[in-house]
């Protein structure tokens, strides 16, 4: 009896009975009429009772989950369900999703007739990496009559690992490929010069270009021969992620830590797909988390494990064990993409020395965030006193951010300076810059 719940259909027909009771106290005549749609009400009960329960497996139902959830994406986790009774049935579903979505009001309603299947899905944006523990798919079925419901659990306690973000690789890839990215318009990568490996020699067709000819080989062949190169590939390319205090700090339910590791995913396919090496460490009280600079196959599968589970631990960074650990570590010169957050020109000032040393053998890019919330107040029209106040202050934490690029431009220090949710764009784009100007 467990799995049997009453439907408030029983409890209106229970009303209305025990109105008809009211009123035969005022005309006698309605008692009978009183006792016979007490009976009946509770005869259609029993029929209701014997209708769901005299068939064991009347329902089934599956969730299908996905093999991993993607952070800070909508994820859709399917759920099947066939109808095995003989007649019409309108169930409530209720699956019992991780406490992680603090989501209590999930509920679905369908109607399924019989032998028939349902098929439907709903989404999910984990805003943490981690374990995501599912409970009870709860089913509850009703007959036609809708006075009792039946209730059927399946595939309790399943786990699903939230990864870094993967789901828009594919995108990035393609956008990378032809070298365009979309950011409040177009903004095409240029190709400066020749930094590139030779590849081939091949005969000249308009379009080409003239600088390419090569000379000796068009005397022996009488025809227009050109040089044909193609990108430089297996450069280093190392990811350092800032995961002290500093990075906690949310937008968008998304904290700078968990964009800074989607953008590293983000960036590590790019930098495979392109034939470079992808490596990467965190840092804050010491370096951990350390994946050497490879591009094997397996080389994404790595890097996604190791910022799989990575957390803050709310300590000040310290810059001078990341410069030694660097110094040692890296062994050739290698492209150092940095993602951390300076909020004041003095927060950076008592790191410089430490990025200035990094940068002597290393082509450094230091990325760090607007923030969304200060960019709200310099845009908006204030209207008082207070909105003034609140605006000047804004502007002077903006122009502080300006003065830090300044600063690190003097050193000959890169930086990207993007809004959290623009930040995989904009540090793709910073690579593929990079690669176009064959400054690295």
Same mark, same amino acid.
């Given at each position: 009896?467990?799995?049997?719940?009453?439907?408030?259909?029983?409890?209106?027909?229970?009303?209305?009975?025990?109105?008809?009771?009211?009123?035969? $106290?005022?005309?006698?005549?309605?008692?009978?009429?009183?006792?016979?749609?007490?009976?009946?009400?509770?005869?259609?009960?029993?029929?209701?009772?014997?209708?769901?329960?005299?068939?064991?497996?009347?329902?089934?139902?599956? *969730?299908?989950?996905?093999?991993?959830?993607?952070?800070?994406?909508?994820?859709?986790?399917?759920?099947?369900?066939?109808?095995?009774?003989?007649?019409?049935?309108?169930?409530?579903?209720?699956?019992?999703?991780?406490?992680?979505?603090?989501?209590?009001?999930?509920?679905?309603?369908?109607?399924?007739?019989?032998?028939?299947?349902?098929? $439907?899905?709903?989404?999910?944006?984990?805003?943490?990496?981690?374990?995501?523990?599912?409970?009870?798919?709860?089913?509850?079925?009703?007959?036609?009559?809708?006075?009792?419901?039946?209730?059927?659990?399946?595939?309790?306690?399943?786990?699903?690992?939230?990864?870094?973000?993967? =789901?828009?690789? *594919?995108?990035?890839?393609?956008?990378?490929?032809?070298?365009?990215?979309?950011?409040?318009?177009?903004?095409?990568?240029?190709?400066?010069?020749?930094?590139?490996?030779?590849?081939? =020699?091949?005969?000249?067709?308009?379009?080409?270009?003239?600088?390419?000819?090569?000379?000796?080989?068009?005397?022996? @062949?009488?025809?227009?021969?050109?040089?044909?190169?193609?990108?430089?590939?297996?450069?280093?390319?190392?990811?350092?992620?800032?995961?002290?205090?500093?990075?906690?700090?949310?937008?968008?339910?998304?904290?700078?830590?968990?964009?800074?590791?989607?953008?590293?995913?983000?960036?590590?396919?790019?930098?495979?797909?392109?034939?470079?090496?992808?490596?990467?460490?965190?840092?804050?009280?010491? @370096?951990?988390?350390?994946?050497?600079?490879?591009?094997?196959?397996?080389?994404?599968?790595?890097?996604?494990?190791?910022?799989?589970?990575?957390? @803050?631990?709310?300590?000040?960074?310290?810059?001078?064990?990341?410069?030694?650990?660097?110094?040692?570590?890296?062994?050739? *010169?290698?492209?150092?993409?940095?993602?951390?957050?300076?909020? @004041?020109?003095?927060?950076?000032?008592?790191?410089?020395?430490?990025?200035?040393?990094?940068?002597?053998?290393?082509?450094?890019?230091?990325?760090?965030?607007?923030?969304?919330?200060?960019?709200?107040?310099?845009?908006?029209?204030?209207?008082?006193?207070?909105?003034?106040?609140?605006?000047?202050?804004?502007?002077?934490?903006?122009?502080?951010?300006?003065?830090? =690029?300044?600063?690190?431009?003097?050193?000959?220090?890169?930086?990207?300076?993007?809004?959290?949710?623009?930040?995989? =764009?904009?540090?793709?784009?910073?690579?593929?810059?990079?690669?176009? *100007?064959?400054?690295?």
């Amino acid at each position: 009896m467990k799995n049997l719940y009453i439907n408030t259909r029983f409890f209106f027909a229970l009303i209305g009975v025990g109105i008809l009771y009211v009123l035969a $106290f005022f005309f006698p005549f309605l008692m009978m009429v009183a006792h016979i749609a007490l009976v009946i009400c509770f005869l259609a009960v029993m029929v209701d009772y014997l209708l769901l329960f005299n068939q064991k497996s009347g329902l089934q139902a599956q *969730r299908i989950l996905p093999e991993k959830l993607s952070n800070g994406d909508e994820n859709f986790i399917k759920i099947d369900i066939k109808n095995n009774y003989n007649f019409k049935i309108n169930t409530k579903i209720i699956d019992e999703i991780p406490f992680q979505f603090q989501k209590r009001d999930f509920l679905i309603l369908k109607t399924i007739d019989p032998g028939k299947n349902t098929y $439907f899905q709903y989404s999910l944006e984990p805003k943490e990496r981690g374990e995501y523990h599912f409970g009870s798919l709860n089913v509850y079925a009703s007959s036609p009559l809708g006075l009792v419901a039946k209730r059927f659990n399946f595939q309790k306690d399943a786990m699903l690992p939230a990864y870094p973000s993967f =789901i828009h690789l *594919r995108k990035y890839e393609l956008m990378a490929l032809q070298s365009e990215f979309m950011l409040g318009g177009i903004k095409k990568i240029r190709k400066l010069g020749h930094t590139m490996e030779f590849e081939q =020699i091949k005969e000249y067709v308009p379009g080409d270009d003239i600088r390419t000819i090569n000379w000796k080989a068009t005397s022996k @062949t009488n025809r227009l021969m050109v040089n044909q190169f193609q990108d430089e590939k297996s450069q280093r390319i190392f990811i350092l992620i800032d995961k002290g205090r500093t990075m906690k700090m949310p937008f968008n339910g998304l904290s700078l830590l968990d964009y800074s590791i989607n953008a590293a995913m983000a960036l590590s396919h790019i930098i495979l797909k392109k034939g470079d090496r992808a490596g990467m460490m965190t840092f804050s009280k010491k @370096t951990e988390n350390k994946v050497a600079a490879e591009n094997k196959s397996g080389q994404l599968k790595k890097i996604s494990e190791a910022l799989y589970n990575i957390k @803050t631990d709310f300590f000040e960074s310290d810059f001078n064990r990341l410069y030694q650990d660097v110094k040692y570590s890296l062994n050739q *010169r290698s492209l150092v993409l940095l993602f951390t957050n300076f909020e @004041t020109l003095d927060g950076l000032n008592r790191q410089l020395k430490y990025l200035r040393g990094i940068a002597k053998n290393h082509l450094l890019v230091v990325i760090f965030f607007k923030n969304s919330e200060l960019q709200t107040l310099i845009h908006k029209n204030p209207e008082s006193m207070q909105e003034i106040y609140d605006e000047v202050i804004a502007e002077k934490f903006e122009f502080e951010k300006k003065l830090i =690029i300044q600063e690190l431009r003097k050193y000959g220090i890169y930086t990207v300076y993007t809004l959290p949710e623009n930040l995989n =764009i904009d540090v793709i784009n910073k690579y593929l810059e990079i690669k176009a *100007r064959g400054i690295l």
